[in-house]
């Protein structure tokens, strides 16, 4: 049960698009549809963004896109907006029928 | 509006065992698996533990099988988490989540704030 790869750090100026990328295997990430990402602002709860690779829960913002090509899926953030800084987490199912989040990376708007 | 309530944190003993207790309200308890999800000071966060609706599929992290116990009481719309031979590794802050899926072990849609746990001697 090896974390998911993500890089640390992402940033980007308002309004431009920033893309985090979550790297797995064919028993996770390449294996299944069921990846998810996780908003992180310091010292609250986790908030779900994007669930089965691309899909937005009511009230998450467009801006919001996942997608999936093999073992990585991506979390794109376009029109970056001061708000949007936080942790951010992937999430997959693995062919144990656990979970495993990835290692986080911190968007930080410039 | 769902609300998710942890309970049951403190301090600990290397050791020893203590039980997290999730209450769950503002949705269909039995209609959803739960999960345990964990985050140590300053780092990031680790699935747990997760349970189906009616207990029949269960999963934990290789850190925790063995010594950690997940169930559930849907006549209480309740989720536990049986803690025992705690280590200084396991000093986290402990989440209760709500999966989107009944069966299937998929995402957590829905997080309570958390309880922390802290073994130290």
């Known amino acids: 049960q090896s974390a998911l790869t993500q890089p640390a750090s992402v940033s980007g100026s308002p309004g431009q698009s920033i893309t985090i990328s979550c790297t797995g295997t064919?028993?996770?990430?390449?294996?299944?549809?069921?990846v998810s990402w996780y908003q992180q602002h310091p010292g609250k709860a986790p908030k779900l963004m994007i669930y089965?690779?691309?899909n937005r829960p009511s009230g998450v913002s467009n801006r919001f896109s996942g997608s999936k090509s093999g073992n990585t899926a991506s979390l794109t953030i376009s029109g970056l907006q001061a708000e949007d800084e936080a942790d951010y987490y992937c999430?997959?199912?693995?062919?144990?029928?656990?979970?495993?989040f990835g290692t986080g990376t911190k968007v930080t708007v410039l | 509006e769902v609300q998710l309530v942890e309970s049951g944190g403190g301090l600990v003993q290397p050791g020893r065992s203590l039980r997290l207790s999730c209450a769950a309200s503002?949705?269909?308890?039995?209609?959803?698996?739960m999960h345990w999800v964990r985050q140590a000071p300053g780092k990031g966060l680790e699935w747990v533990s997760g349970?189906?609706?009616?207990?029949?599929?269960?999963g934990y992290a290789d850190s925790v099988k063995g010594r950690f116990t997940i169930s559930r009481d849907n006549a209480k719309n309740s989720l536990y988490l049986q803690m025992n031979s705690l280590r200084a590794e396991d000093t986290a802050l402990y989440y209760c989540?709500?999966?989107?899926?009944?069966?299937?072990?998929?995402?957590?849609?829905?997080w309570g704030q958390g309880t922390l746990v802290t073994v130290s001697s």
């Open positions: 089965d690779v691309s």
């Open positions: 349970i189906s609706w009616n207990s029949g599929s269960i």
């Open positions: 064919s028993s996770d990430v390449g294996g299944y549809n069921y």
């Open positions: 503002g949705f269909t308890f039995d209609d959803y698996a």
């Open positions: 999430s997959s199912y693995t062919s144990s029928s656990t979970l495993v």
């Open positions: 989540a709500k999966d989107r899926h009944y069966g299937d072990l998929t995402s957590f849609d829905y």
